[in-house]
């Protein structure tokens, strides 16, 4: 009888001691996170707005994901940093994307930030300039990139204007907008949802030549986008599945609620003006899709059009193969997870 109860005891200890070594393990595996780096583009602004959604709401902690935002110092190319793996994801632009993938930087696109280009060249309205064609003359106020010069000839030389006529001013850093307040340069390259608004709240009369009206001479290329280096995606599916969703899920609800984003986005960046950044994410929340079916999908003849006009204008050495610059596949409704809500 005592034989037969000390079995019983043992037999009730050990199923207690492997079940708690399964809570053990459970809970270890409840809390496991993988950390990872993603170095941005420039200061946080309306651009990554979905990124510190996600951040805020805990998104990705529900993907086991711990995320430090790095910021990049003047000098530094994303594009050679991510892909020699010293940060897992970056913000980039397809034209330096395509640049750096020309030269052999082992990254790849995994989402468009914004589904079409929202890039153009200001100038003051009375200026007159009002197409291509009017640039003829002009100074433009500049950073003295390659690629500057071979889109500003496309657009004047497209418009039967005269390229070889414009001055070109390196304009270095400060404050780009009162520069062309006070006619350093006649016109300049910007992006509307930071610049343009900023130029509305200081009551600046602009002309703008949207790169988006001219495609005829200047294809539409995703700026910005998400990058990784294929090795990461290669060795970690898993992670770049989980961090898009995460991703994906922020962008979603910045596009539906651009005012609590905005909020979520003045969190991290306190120092920023909170009428630019308001009036910006209303401008910049319906742009994230637009008029593609799903946030973040990216279309190979987009990069390849865009890659055919850098090699034709010399800014590539060698033909571009689109194939292998981008993919679809970590996004929520590629994989088949659609459980990422805008909420």
């Given at each position: 009888m005592?034989?037969?109860?000390?079995?019983k005891i043992n037999?009730?200890?050990l199923?207690?001691?492997?079940l708690?070594t399964?809570l053990?393990?459970?809970n270890?595996l409840?809390?496991?996170v993988?950390?990872?780096?993603?170095?941005?583009d420039?200061v946080?602004?309306?651009?990554?707005?979905?990124l510190?959604?996600?951040l805020d709401?805990?998104?990705?902690e529900e993907?086991?994901?711990?995320?430090?935002?790095?910021?990049?110092?003047?000098?530094m190319s994303?594009?050679?940093v991510v892909g020699a793996?010293?940060?897992?994801f970056?913000?980039?632009?397809?034209e330096?994307?395509t640049?750096?993938?020309?030269q052999g930087?082992?990254?790849?696109?995994l989402?468009?930030v914004?589904?079409h280009n929202?890039s153009e060249f200001?100038?003051l309205a009375?200026n007159?300039?009002?197409?291509?064609?009017?640039?003829?003359?002009?100074?433009?106020?500049?950073w003295g990139?390659?690629?500057?010069?071979?889109i500003i000839?496309?657009?004047v030389n497209?418009d039967?204007?005269?390229?070889?006529?414009?001055k070109?001013?390196?304009?270095?850093?400060g404050?780009l907008l009162t520069?062309?307040?006070?006619?350093?340069?006649d016109?300049?390259w910007?992006?509307y949802g930071w610049d343009?608004?900023?130029?509305e709240?200081?009551g600046m009369?602009?002309?703008?030549i949207?790169?988006k009206?001219?495609q005829?001479?200047?294809p539409?290329?995703?700026?910005?986008?998400?990058?990784?280096?294929?090795?990461f995606?290669?060795?970690?599916?898993d992670?770049?599945?989980?961090f898009?969703k995460?991703v994906a899920?922020?962008?979603n609800?910045?596009?539906?609620?651009?005012g609590?984003?905005?909020?979520?986005?003045m969190?991290?960046?306190?120092?920023s003006?909170?009428?630019?950044v308001?009036?910006s994410?209303?401008?910049l929340s319906?742009r994230?899709?637009?008029d593609a079916a799903?946030w973040?999908?990216?279309k190979?003849?987009?990069w390849?059009?865009?890659?055919?006009?850098?090699?034709?204008?010399?800014?590539i050495?060698n033909?571009?193969?689109?194939?292998?610059?981008?993919?679809?596949?970590?996004?929520?409704?590629?994989t088949g997870?659609?459980?990422?809500?805008?909420?």
């Amino acid at each position: 009888m005592r034989t037969t109860k000390l079995k019983k005891i043992n037999k009730i200890s050990l199923i207690a001691s492997l079940l708690v070594t399964f809570l053990i393990g459970f809970n270890s595996l409840i809390l496991a996170v993988d950390e990872v780096d993603l170095m941005l583009d420039w200061v946080p602004n309306t651009n990554h707005t979905g990124l510190y959604v996600a951040l805020d709401k805990g998104w990705f902690e529900e993907e086991g994901l711990k995320v430090n935002f790095i910021q990049p110092a003047s000098n530094m190319s994303v594009e050679k940093v991510v892909g020699a793996g010293k940060a897992d994801f970056g913000i980039s632009f397809q034209e330096w994307a395509t640049s750096a993938m020309a030269q052999g930087v082992p990254i790849v696109s995994l989402a468009a930030v914004i589904q079409h280009n929202t890039s153009e060249f200001a100038s003051l309205a009375s200026n007159g300039i009002e197409r291509p064609r009017n640039l003829t003359g002009k100074s433009y106020g500049g950073w003295g990139m390659p690629i500057e010069e071979a889109i500003i000839k496309s657009l004047v030389n497209g418009d039967n204007g005269d390229f070889s006529k414009i001055k070109f001013i390196n304009i270095g850093q400060g404050d780009l907008l009162t520069m062309l307040e006070k006619e350093k340069f006649d016109f300049t390259w910007i992006y509307y949802g930071w610049d343009g608004i900023q130029a509305e709240i200081r009551g600046m009369d602009l002309n703008l030549i949207m790169l988006k009206d001219y495609q005829e001479y200047v294809p539409d290329y995703y700026t910005p986008i998400i990058i990784s280096s294929h090795k990461f995606v290669d060795n970690h599916p898993d992670i770049a599945r989980r961090f898009i969703k995460a991703v994906a899920r922020g962008y979603n609800f910045a596009i539906a609620n651009p005012g609590p984003s905005a909020e979520i986005l003045m969190k991290y960046t306190p120092e920023s003006n909170p009428d630019l950044v308001k009036k910006s994410q209303n401008w910049l929340s319906p742009r994230y899709q637009d008029d593609a079916a799903i946030w973040g999908i990216q279309k190979q003849a987009v990069w390849q059009d865009f890659g055919d006009w850098m090699y034709e204008h010399g800014l590539i050495e060698n033909k571009f193969e689109a194939e292998s610059a981008f993919t679809n596949d970590f996004l929520p409704e590629m994989t088949g997870d659609l459980t990422c809500p805008a909420s």
